[in-house]
């Protein structure tokens, strides 16, 4: 536990650090987070993501039961997140973004990150594929809780938005589109690969420094009990879900780390998104995106350390 925690999970959370001492020092400003972050989400990690998937094996790293596993344990965690909601009697107007963020994971950067450094390239394609199908499941997940206790409606937006908004995600597009190479059976012309590998170097360091400058903490204080209910969901709750549906489900052991990884990333930045847009709680998102993302150095430290990468 003590060499994956000083050996692979501290390397990856020094840069987010490293990105929270650049803000705090005015190295980072808001124009240049928006800048860099529009360039790493729809280009750097959608082009990484395509040319893992494209020249890997779909058929060999697909595994059906993974999907089902880690989706019902999404579900799962949802219908229990609801039940504490009403429990703990969370006020009406935090509970959309408590429900959304127990579940809903930064896949993006945390997830795709800490794979890609920590199982190293030869086992980041089965997660990539996988990983379309949890976004999916998120998304959808998101509409129905955001219809149910949000104000999805009260500013005229509906399913329709919110679908155009997942059939045009640029992580699926790049799951699809590689699935669909890979499908080919075609090799990658070396001039387009090795340009695929100089522009996909920046994506997940770059990732990494968005996440630290974007870390705010603001509401730790007065919404400690939703705070805690989010981090256990999300960092215990799902992993350990999805890990007993996968193994329930006979899931191969390559894939189980994998999904266990997707399944225990933080709450994603589109939970504060949709808060500001349609009628949740952003302090709660934003705060809870902090430190679930700093506890979320523990978790995946005791998940890599109890199924190291053969």
Same mark, same amino acid.
Do not use: C
């Given at each position: 536990?003590?060499?994956?925690?000083?050996?692979?999970?501290? #390397?990856?959370?020094?840069?987010?650090?490293?990105?929270?001492?650049?803000?705090?020092r005015?190295?980072?400003?808001?124009?240049?987070?928006?800048? %860099?972050?529009?360039?790493?989400?729809?280009?750097?990690?959608?082009?990484?993501?395509?040319?893992?998937?494209?020249?890997t094996?779909?058929?060999?790293?697909?595994?059906? +039961?993974?999907?089902?596993?880690?989706?019902?344990?999404?579900?799962?965690?949802?219908?229990?997140?609801?039940?504490?909601?009403?429990?703990?009697?969370?006020?009406?107007?935090?509970?959309?973004?408590?429900?959304?963020?127990?579940?809903?994971?930064?896949?993006?950067?945390?997830?795709f990150?800490?794979?890609?450094?920590?199982?190293?390239?030869?086992?980041?394609?089965?997660m990539?594929?996988?990983?379309?199908?949890?976004?999916?499941?998120?998304?959808?997940?998101?509409?129905?809780?955001?219809?149910?206790?949000g104000?999805?409606?009260?500013?005229?937006?509906?399913?329709?938005?919110?679908?155009?908004?997942?059939?045009?995600?640029?992580?699926?597009?790049?799951?699809?589109?590689?699935?669909?190479?890979?499908?080919?059976?075609?090799?990658?012309?070396?001039?387009?690969?090795?340009?695929?590998?100089?522009?996909?170097?920046?994506?997940?360091?770059?990732?990494?420094?968005?996440?630290? %400058?974007?870390?705010?903490?603001? %509401?730790?204080?007065?919404?400690?009990?939703?705070?805690a209910?989010?981090?256990f969901?999300?960092?215990? %709750?799902? #992993?350990?879900?999805?890990?007993?549906?996968?193994?329930?489900?006979?899931?191969?052991?390559?894939l189980?780390?994998?999904?266990?990884?997707?399944?225990?990333?933080? #709450?994603?930045?589109?939970?504060?998104?949709?808060?500001?847009?349609?009628?949740?709680?952003?302090?709660?998102? +934003?705060?809870?995106?902090?430190?679930?993302t700093?506890?979320?150095?523990?978790?995946?430290?005791?998940?890599?350390?109890?199924? #190291?990468?053969?």
């Amino acid at each position: 536990m003590f060499n994956i925690l000083v050996n692979t999970t501290l #390397p990856i959370f020094s840069i987010i650090a490293l990105g929270l001492i650049l803000k705090r020092r005015n190295f980072i400003d808001a124009a240049f987070i928006k800048t %860099a972050n529009q360039l790493v989400y729809k280009v750097a990690i959608p082009v990484t993501i395509f040319r893992e998937i494209g020249e890997t094996s779909f058929r060999a790293n697909f595994n059906l +039961a993974a999907v089902f596993g880690t989706l019902t344990a999404m579900v799962l965690v949802v219908l229990g997140s609801i039940l504490t909601s009403r429990l703990a009697k969370i006020s009406d107007n935090r509970r959309a973004t408590f429900l959304h963020s127990s579940f809903h994971g930064n896949i993006a950067y945390m997830a795709f990150a800490v794979a890609f450094y920590s199982l190293g390239e030869s086992h980041f394609a089965r997660m990539a594929i996988l990983s379309g199908f949890v976004i999916l499941g998120q998304n959808l997940l998101a509409v129905w809780i955001l219809s149910v206790y949000g104000s999805l409606n009260s500013k005229g937006e509906g399913n329709g938005s919110l679908f155009k908004s997942m059939v045009s995600n640029p992580i699926i597009i790049s799951v699809v589109l590689g699935i669909g190479f890979s499908l080919t059976g075609l090799d990658m012309p070396v001039t387009v690969r090795k340009g695929l590998d100089i522009l996909s170097g920046m994506a997940f360091p770059m990732a990494l420094l968005l996440i630290g %400058a974007s870390l705010s903490f603001g %509401a730790f204080r007065v919404m400690k009990k939703e705070l805690a209910g989010i981090a256990f969901f999300k960092l215990m %709750a799902l #992993p350990l879900l999805g890990y007993l549906f996968m193994v329930l489900f006979q899931v191969p052991e390559a894939l189980v780390l994998p999904g266990l990884i997707l399944l225990a990333a933080p #709450p994603a930045t589109i939970t504060y998104v949709m808060a500001m847009e349609m009628g949740g709680h952003p302090e709660l998102a +934003a705060t809870s995106i902090s430190i679930v993302t700093l506890l979320s150095a523990l978790s995946y430290s005791l998940i890599l350390a109890a199924f #190291p990468v053969g």
